[in-house]
Each structure stands twice: as C-alpha cells, then as structure tokens.
C-alpha cells in the first residue's frame, strides 16, 4: 500500500489524527491561544482544583488517600488539600480523584466528558516533573481540552449510552498529548504515544447499578496512564499511529463504526476555541439533570409551589441521557447513597422541589431519606424531549400538574454553565470560595485562587504547589 493511499476515513497514511494531534502540538505555545481563552481556562482550573479541596470532607476522599500513599511511598508530587507528597503518576491519580469526586466539575457538552478533571492532575504533575513554566504547563491544559473535545465530539454522545464512561475514553488521550508536550517528545515519539494510550482507554457504567465509586477514579486513571504512554513513548516503545481511525483503534473498537466527519474533526484545532464551550457545573449532580433542576426551581419561585401542590412532575430529557439517570426508575426514586443521588433525575427534580436548592447539603442522609423529597420522587416521570439539542446542550425541562388542576411548565433549551449561559468570573470565584471553606481558611484560598490566575506569569508551578499542599 502506497504511503498515499487514503484510509477508510478518507485522511492519507501519514496523517493520521495522532499524527495530526502530535503536529499541532510541536508548534503550539501559549502565546497562540487568545486572551479570553486563556482567562476561561484558568477559571476552569481553578474550578477544579476548589472541588479537590471540598471533596476532603467525604470518606471516599479518605480511604482513597489511605490506600494509594500506602501503596506508592513518598514522592515530590502535590496531592490537593493534603500536605503530603507522592510520585508522580499516584499524585495524578489521587487528585483526579479529589476533583471528580463529587461530581461538581466541568463538562464539555458536546463531547460528553468532564474537561477539566484529568487534564488538572496531568499538568499539576508533568509540569512539576519537568520544570516547565506556568505558561507551558497552562499552554498544556488548554491543549488537552481542545483535543479532548474533538475526539470525544466525535462519538457524538454513544460512549455513554452503550456504558462507556467518556472522561475514562477520551480524557487519557488529551492527557497524553499534553504530557508528551510537556516532557518534549519528537512529534513521532508523540503520535506513538496516543497508540499506547489506547490500550489503556476505560471506563465502565457499571457503578450507576449500586452507587460504587468506580467513576471517581476515571479522570485520575486517564492522568496517570498518560504519564505512562508518553513515558514509554519517550522511551523508543511503539505504539501505532492509528489510535482513532484504526481497524481496532477507538471508534471502530468501542462503537463498532467509524463517526462521520472523522477526516475533517482537526480542521479547526487552533482557530476554533473548545475551552470556551466547557461548561462549569452551578450544581454538584450528574450533568444532565441541571437543565430540569433549574426548570423546577423556575417554576417553584414563579408559581410559589409547595411540595403538597404538585400532583405530578414530568421530566423532559433527551432519550440518549435516560440510561444515566432516570433508569431503572425505581432505583431513581430511592437513591441509597450521595453517588446514587448524583445520578438521579427524580430525586434531583424532587429535592429541588421540596428546599429550592440544590447544594452539596441535598446529598447529604438527611436528604437522601427525607420523605417529603422521596414523596416528590414517587410523583416524578420523565419523557423524550425531541426539541432537545444534546449532546450540544443538555437541554430539559419539567411539566408539573398541581393538586388543583393547573399545568405548569419550563424548558431550558441551554443548560446553565454551558458556552452561551457561562457562569462568570464572580460566579466561579464563589463557588471555589464555598467549595475551599470546607478545608481552608480565606486567607489560604485566596493564595490558590490567586496562583492560579497568574499561573502564565510563574516561572513554574512551585507556588501553586504550595497552595495546594496547604492544611489547616
């Protein structure tokens, strides 16, 4: 076969999307990336890293702690909120950890991945490793994400629904082009380490049967895995070239076909911004419920609704998102824990339904078996939503029947947090103060937050380090 001969895909052997990937990412610096971009993407790191620290206050954040510093013995590395220090890859791991933990990250709509959540733990160790500047180690953020984006658009939402979770898929691939970039890698050594990152590529649903807490380790597992892949890479170990488009690369491997648009998803890659369509969460629950939490929400405060006026709730959401949380409906309607409450579209329309809020307070036991919330969930259908622009949007909406007879109803076609209802700065900033509350005093979170936003001015991540090692 001539090295012009075009693939299935119709891209040329030669330039494959690794290939591709590994070019851009050679030339790429941060003085390329426009002011807006850049400002976006530190408050989603910053968003992130807030979430690592609130996470401290659960026991899964404990015992995972207990077991990886066990298991790994000190190292150089910053784990958020802790005050220790790990090797690198058992940082990359326990941090991802931290952030996603709680469900609160930020979301690529369009992907179906949470963005921010494995390239955090990435740079955090790799640019710490390798010495590199806050400007490198942000440039690298921003390049995971951008990649992420288009190789998680591509599935166009069908990872999840055949129980595939998208951040363990797509996450490690981002997380390898910025670790490669990071460590200097020839453009081969980069391309080859997107082929070794494949063999690590998962991510299973498995946990939405029992609440487990499998999901929670996706994003750091992506992290540190990427660590690996590049390593070897860098190392002369071969990986092949065709991770995406390949007879048993990605798509073909984990959806059985080929997504359209496969030649020309890298088109735009550095002209067409992805960080700014990642959507910061204003709740701590599974992404798609947030549409219907602030429907209910807009309906109880319009319409002065009490939990003994509504009849009935009809959920509105799209059918590929059913699977993820709003079946089995029993299940949904008694959630036995916070991680199953997570993923509840009832209980989330319910709780919001009964204290006009949805907070980490709402996950909590008290919530979880108050029988006001679990009378609502008892009340609480859902439906297709056909006008819904998912996986763009994670669009939803509720209709509510009262006790006397009205029809109540309110859509979101956007999902707030989402490209063009972003929560701004001040909106984040509060969120990360609330969030770093739970383990830092004022003083020590402004040092985070104030680290981060200067990160591209840092001659390198000594600081943030710091910050991040804080205890009180």
């Known amino acids: 076969m001539s090295a012009m001969t075009e693939t299935e895909s119709g891209l040329r052997l030669g330039e494959t999307l690794s290939q591709r990937l590994a070019q851009f990412a050679a030339g790429f610096g941060l003085e390329q990336v426009p002011a807006d971009v850049v400002a976006y993407a530190k408050l989603c790191m910053a968003d992130a890293i807030g979430i690592g620290f609130a996470s401290h206050s659960y026991a899964f954040a404990r015992r995972s702690i207990d077991a990886v510093a066990g298991l790994a013995g000190p190292g150089d590395f910053a784990v958020i909120g802790t005050g220790i220090g790990l090797p690198a890859r058992d940082a990359a791991l326990l941090n991802g950890i931290l952030i996603h933990g709680l469900d609160f990250d930020d979301t690529h709509s369009g992907a179906v991945i949470h963005a921010s959540t494995s390239a955090v733990p990435l740079v955090l160790s790799e640019a710490t490793r390798h010495g590199t500047s806050g400007s490198r180690g942000l440039a690298a953020f921003i390049l995971a994400l951008e990649a992420d984006a288009r190789i998680g658009k591509l599935a166009n939402g069908m990872f999840q629904k055949i129980g595939f979770h998208p951040t363990g898929m797509v996450g490690i691939f981002g997380c390898t082009l910025a670790a490669a970039y990071l460590g200097g890698l020839t453009e081969e050594q980069t391309a080859r380490a997107q082929g070794i990152a494949l063999s690590m ?100 405060s319009a319409h002065g609704l009490e939990p003994a006026d509504i009849a009935s709730v009809t959920a509105l959401i799209h059918e590929k998102q059913q699977d993820v949380v709003c079946r089995p409906e029993a299940q949904k309607r008694r959630p036995q824990n916070d991680y199953e409450g997570k993923f509840s579209l009832h209980f989330a329309i319910a709780a919001a339904a009964v204290r006009g809020r949805f907070t980490l307070a709402e996950l909590e036991d008290s919530a979880l078996s108050d029988p006001e919330i679990l009378a609502v969930c008892d009340r609480t259908s859902f439906r297709h939503y056909p006008e819904s622009h998912y996986p763009e949007f994670y669009s939803g909406g509720v209709i509510v029947k009262t006790t006397d007879g009205r029809t109540l109803e309110h859509r979101e076609p956007v999902n707030r947090g989402a490209e063009s209802r972003a929560l701004d700065a001040r909106d984040v900033r509060a969120k990360f103060d609330e969030n770093v509350a739970r383990k830092l005093g004022a003083s020590s979170a402004r040092r985070v937050w104030d680290a981060v936003m200067n990160l591209e001015h840092a001659d390198g991540l000594a600081e943030l380090n710091a910050a991040l090692a804080a205890v009180e």
Request: hydrophobic letters at 40%.
């Open 201 to 300: 590529a998962s991510g299973s649903l498995e946990f939405l049967e029992d609440g487990s807490w499998t999901k929670r380790m996706h994003p750091g597992w992506a992290a540190s895995s990427a660590i690996t892949a590049a390593a070897l890479a860098a190392g002369g170990f071969k990986g092949p070239l065709k991770a995406y488009e390949g007879r048993y690369g990605l798509y073909n491997l984990y959806l059985r076909e080929q997504p359209g648009g496969l030649r020309h998803a890298l088109d735009d890659l550095g002209s067409d911004w992805e960080v700014l369509r990642v959507a910061i969460k204003p709740y701590p629950v599974c992404h798609f419920n947030h549409a219907c939490i602030d429907a209910m929400l807009a309906l109880r």
